[in-house]
């Protein structure tokens, strides 16, 4: 079960990329004069609360993941962790061809989830020693 405690770490990191990019986005956006409270308001509401179905969803599918394909065997644990950011990642890949707008958020998203599975395997390594 330790290891569903390393969960954390993706939550933290997509979080953090999102809420930067946001707050950037919102104080170079032209067609919007914020400041940087504002901005950083608006981010902490539009990641929080319009995405809140991302989020339930993000950790949902992540916990049952980790319990079908990590927890039973830690085995090839690199191959496995990147089997579930495909499979994870697969809808929002799809987003981000359909819809142009929000195709740099689910983008970022992508990413920020690969290189946090990766920093994840090293926190599940270091909870088998």
């Known amino acids: 079960m330790k290891i569903l405690k390393t969960s954390w770490i993706n939550i933290v990191g997509i979080f953090t990329v999102l809420f930067l990019y946001t707050t950037i986005y919102g104080l170079i956006d032209s067609n919007i004069s914020r400041n ?8 902490l ?8 179905m991302f989020w339930i969803a993000f950790i949902l599918v992540l916990i049952i993941l980790d319990l079908i394909i990590i927890l039973p065997n830690q085995n090839n644990l690199i191959l496995k ?6 499979l994870i990642s697969a809808p929002f890949i799809y987003w981000a061809i359909t819809y142009e707008r929000q195709r740099n958020i689910f983008i970022l ?11 994840r395997e090293r926190l599940i390594k270091k909870l088998k020693k």
């Open 81 to 86: 962790l990147l089997l579930e950011w495909i």
């Open 109 to 119: 998203a992508i990413i920020a989830f690969l290189i946090t599975q990766l920093f």
């Open 36 to 43: 940087v409270f504002q901005a950083m308001v608006a981010s």
């Open 45 to 52: 509401i539009g990641i929080c609360f319009y995405g809140i």
